[in-house]
C-alpha cells in the first residue's frame, strides 16, 4: 500500500502542465508592437480548443480574443484580425460571441469553411 501511494503524488507531479512550454503554436503574427497567437495545449484529450490571443511584446499582456475548437485559420490585414471558422464559432457544444474590437484592432469573422471530414491535420510547432 506504502508504494501505491508514493507512486501516486510521482504521477501527479509528472502530469502537472507547464503552460507557456506545452503550447503548440499553430501561427503568430507579428503587428507593431503586438504579436497574434494562435495555439492550442496538446496534453491528454484528443480534441481540444484553440486559443487566439493578442500579446503586447512591450509589457506581456495577454488578451484572449477567442478559444474555440473549430476555427480554421487566423489572418491580419490593415488593422483587422480575420477568424475563419468551420460554422458558427464554437467551443465544443457551445456557440461563441465574439467581440467585435480587441484594442485598435478590428475583429472579423468569417464562418463559410468547409470542413471534410475527418478534419485536416495541422502542423504546429513549440515557441522557444
Same mark, same amino acid.
Given at each position: 500500500?506504502?508504494?501505491?501511494?508514493?507512486?501516486?503524488?510521482?504521477?501527479?507531479?509528472?502530469?502537472?502542465?507547464?503552460?507557456?512550454?506545452?503550447r503548440?503554436?499553430?501561427?503568430?503574427?507579428? @503587428?507593431?508592437?503586438?504579436? +497574434?497567437?494562435?495555439?492550442?495545449? $496538446? %496534453?491528454?484529450?484528443? !480534441?481540444?480548443?484553440? *486559443?487566439?490571443?493578442?500579446?503586447?511584446?512591450?509589457?506581456?499582456?495577454?488578451?484572449?480574443? @477567442?478559444?474555440?475548437?473549430? +476555427?480554421k485559420?487566423?489572418r491580419? $490585414? %490593415?488593422?483587422?484580425? !480575420?477568424?475563419?471558422? *468551420?460554422?458558427?464559432?464554437?467551443?465544443?457544444d457551445?456557440?461563441?460571441?465574439?467581440?467585435?474590437?480587441?484594442?485598435?484592432?478590428?475583429?472579423?469573422?468569417?464562418?463559410?469553411?468547409?470542413?471534410?471530414?475527418?478534419?485536416?491535420?495541422?502542423?504546429?510547432?513549440?515557441?522557444?
Amino acid at each position: 500500500m506504502r508504494k501505491i501511494l508514493i507512486f501516486i503524488p510521482i504521477i501527479v507531479l509528472g502530469c502537472v502542465n507547464k503552460l507557456q512550454e506545452d503550447r503548440l503554436y499553430l501561427k503568430e503574427i507579428k @503587428v507593431k508592437n503586438k504579436a +497574434i497567437e494562435w495555439f492550442y495545449y $496538446s %496534453n491528454v484529450s484528443s !480534441t481540444t480548443a484553440d *486559443y487566439v490571443l493578442l500579446y503586447d511584446t512591450i509589457n506581456g499582456k495577454n488578451d484572449t480574443i @477567442v478559444n474555440s475548437t473549430n +476555427i480554421k485559420d487566423v489572418r491580419f $490585414s %490593415n488593422d483587422t484580425i !480575420t477568424l475563419f471558422f *468551420y460554422g458558427k464559432p464554437k467551443k465544443y457544444d457551445d456557440y461563441l460571441i465574439i467581440k467585435k474590437n480587441i484594442e485598435y484592432f478590428k475583429i472579423k469573422i468569417d464562418t463559410n469553411s468547409v470542413s471534410k471530414e475527418p478534419m485536416p491535420s495541422r502542423e504546429s510547432y513549440l515557441k522557444k
